[in-house]
């Protein structure tokens, strides 16, 4: 156990080093190759030479592609800093970077923008897994029903509709139609747990309704599958209470493969939900990831990968203790 | 999933399935049946495949007949139409965004331009995007998936690898982030289809691994059988059992992912035309009229809602025939 939880550690972070290795390669030698200076997207267009040949000696631009890789590495593990003769500028570890365009150390405003994303990720989860999981068992437990029918063509649906649809759509009705939800931006739960909420709440809903889908579908299909096996034939012919032959026997099989593509999804999400974040104006890693893209400002898009790599990493990591925990038949070798 | 051997044996014994039966109700002669054609028999019975099948059709035709269509019921789609525009909202004058005889789907806000005439070239990028990143993605993962499960050793470690680290990407952050650094032109193309060409690249390169997979572990199962042994004993090469006896036994579960994966490639190029990193404007894309109808959207909601209505519709359709295909093709799936 301990020998395969270090190996997958391992593999973890050699996952990480991997995709900063590619985000680095790409956003340097693709700018190099299309002729834009990463020292002038530092300082701006307007400054003289000088100053631009100052800033690529102080950010080390100017070092070959491999070095600056080992020095960003470094200074993710041990902080580093930034000289150019007397101008020295400490950034402690784990460091990011300065961003191109404000000059604002990295970390500190990916950490900034973190609980946005949490917020959003982890309240949609909730929401959905209640939503997917409950309507999917009753549709697999009620099977050609007319409630099955319904929950089955709303499911369809929900997988067939994208985000930056129902989310504008959902605000024109509840927001600016009906008037239900106002109108407003992200508030910080430590200000205002309720106006957190309510300010959440219709991203909340749009973002779970289309996971929803998805799991009410995948749920339904697996039950259907478990309900088939001998094992719940068994159970019944023991004489067992259809309440206790589905709790305890059918769903705890059934609901295994839910686990896998949960941590999936939710390691996903939290690295980022781009375009739930972009629809609703919520600042959070997404938002500011594509900012970043928007304006080459390097330093803020390998951060945001290297984090959004991370949760996936690590979700897949725990989604496969987990498994290891409820499925017996699972070992950990 | 590797069936072994004594599921195979068992295979042969219970020829007359339930769907045999069922067609043996005529006087007519029992002839064998292609796979083909039983798939073909099971599909037709399935109206809302067909129904989404027929969709499907009608929004290829509809694109590839989409200048005609335009010159016929619409207006040029860079055409303006100031007089359509309230001066004072820059919305559309009329009901439901400016719908009329004239214009079917109402005009742009702001600029006036002919909605109707935009979906109709928007439908024709979004599904050669859709359809080409589709096919890139299919070959690109059935070559691997092959090479992976037939050579097996370390040639599937590290395709396997791959794969795993693909799926473990962020991969929308990635495909936004390559494709805005990617040059606007190129070949001489135009830059719609230049555009056209770098999303087909990101988006083809991104889908490979869930093909791949797949087509890995059928060739996994398939290469244990007896037919490939059989072959095998009589003198095939690798060549030989690759492409005569393998791959038309892969070509179910192909045609079935690939089918599946297109709906997906609407949404992710969707996805980055709303991100504003897709088609560049003034190219009429789906995904770039909803990122404009942000602005509008609380006063004139018919702009967001025709394009999000036309993608959610082309989704679905592919989604219900795809769904449909792959029941009939297998039925183990139901």
Not at chain 1, 261 to 288: I, K, M, P, S
Not at chain 2, 217 to 244: H, P, W
Not at chain 2, 274 to 283: A, E, K, S, T, Y
């Amino acid at each position: 156990m301990l020998a395969y939880l270090i190996r997958r550690l391992i593999n973890a972070v050699i996952t990480l080093l991997v995709v900063t290795a590619v985000t680095f390669g790409i956003f340097f030698l693709v700018p190099k190759a299309t002729g834009s200076d990463p020292a002038l997207l530092y300082i701006g267009k307007t400054s003289d030479a000088a100053s631009v040949e100052g800033i690529r000696v102080k950010m080390g631009l100017d070092d070959p592609i491999v070095v600056q890789y080992g020095k960003f590495l470094k200074g993710l593990v041990a902080g580093r800093d930034y000289a150019n003769g007397p101008d020295v500028q400490h950034c402690p570890a784990p460091c990011l970077g300065y961003s191109f365009k404000t000059d604002q150390e990295v970390t500190p405003l990916l950490l900034g923008d973190l609980p946005v994303t949490l917020s959003l990720a982890l309240g949609a989860a909730v929401l959905w897994l209640i939503m997917g999981i409950s309507t999917g068992v009753i549709s697999a437990l009620r099977r050609g029903s007319i409630i099955d029918r319904t929950v089955m063509t709303g499911a369809l649906a929900g997988v067939s509709l994208p985000i930056y649809f129902t989310g504008l759509l959902s605000s024109a009705i509840f927001v600016y139609w009906l008037g239900w939800l106002p109108q407003g931006n992200y508030v910080p739960f430590t200000e205002s747990p309720g106006d957190w909420f309510i300010q959440l709440l219709l991203p909340w809903i749009t973002l779970a309704f289309l996971f929803a889908a998805t799991y009410a579908r995948l749920t339904r299909a697996n039950m259907l599958e478990t309900l088939g096996e001998d094992y719940v034939r068994t159970a019944r012919a023991k004489g067992l209470r259809e309440r206790t032959v589905i709790g305890k026997h059918a769903l705890r099989s059934g609901l295994t493969p839910i686990v896998t593509v949960f941590g999936l999804d939710l390691g996903a999400l939290l690295g980022g939900a781009v375009l739930t974040e972009t629809v609703f104006n919520l600042r959070g890693l997404g938002y500011q990831a594509l900012t970043a893209i928007r304006g080459n400002d390097l330093p803020i898009i390998l951060g945001v990968t290297l984090i959004a790599a991370a949760f996936i990493v690590f979700a897949n990591l725990i989604v496969d203790l987990v498994y290891g925990i409820i499925d017996p038949r699972v070992r950990l070798a | 999933m590797s069936l072994g051997p004594e599921a195979s044996i068992k295979d042969d014994t219970t020829t007359p399935t339930a769907d045999a039966a069922d067609d043996r109700t005529g006087d007519k002669a029992i002839t064998g049946r292609s796979l083909k054609q039983i798939a073909w028999r099971r599909l037709k019975k399935d109206k809302v495949a067909i129904a989404g099948g027929i969709v499907v059709i009608f929004l290829i035709v509809v694109a590839i007949l989409a200048p005609v269509l335009s010159k016929w019921f619409g207006h040029p789609i860079d055409e303006y139409h100031i007089d359509q525009i309230d001066p004072t909202f820059s919305t559309p004058i009329g009901k439901l965004g400016g719908i009329s005889r004239e214009f079917l789907f109402g005009v742009e806000p702001t600029s006036g331009r002919d909605v109707f005439s935009r979906i109709l070239y928007g439908a024709q990028t979004s599904l050669s995007v859709a359809f080409l990143s589709a096919f890139v993605s299919t070959l690109i993962g059935t070559v691997f998936g092959l090479a992976a499960g037939f050579l097996g050793g370390w040639v599937d470690t590290v395709i396997s690898r791959i794969m795993d680290f693909l799926l473990a990407f962020p991969q929308l952050l990635f495909a936004i982030a390559l494709v805005s650094v990617l040059p606007d032109s190129f070949l001489g193309l135009g830059d719609r289809w230049s555009r056209v060409g770098v999303l087909v690249g990101v988006i083809g390169f991104f889908g490979w691994p869930y093909i791949g997979r797949i087509v890995r572990g059928q060739t996994l199962s398939l290469r244990e059988r007896e037919f490939v042994e059989a072959s095998r004993s009589m003198g095939a090469r690798s060549g030989r059992i690759l492409f005569k006896e393998l791959l038309p036994n892969l070509a179910a579960p192909i045609l079935v992912y690939a089918t599946l994966i297109i709906p997906t490639n609407i949404l992710t190029e969707a996805a980055l035309s709303f991100l504003g990193v897709g088609i560049p404007p003034p190219n009429p894309s789906w995904g770039g009229m909803l990122s404009d109808a942000v602005t509008f959207y609380s006063i004139d909601p018919m702009y967001m809602i025709i394009p999000g209505g036309m993608i959610f519709i082309t989704v679905l359709a592919f989604n219900l025939f795809g769904d449909g295909l792959r029941d009939a093709l297998d039925p183990k799936a139901r």
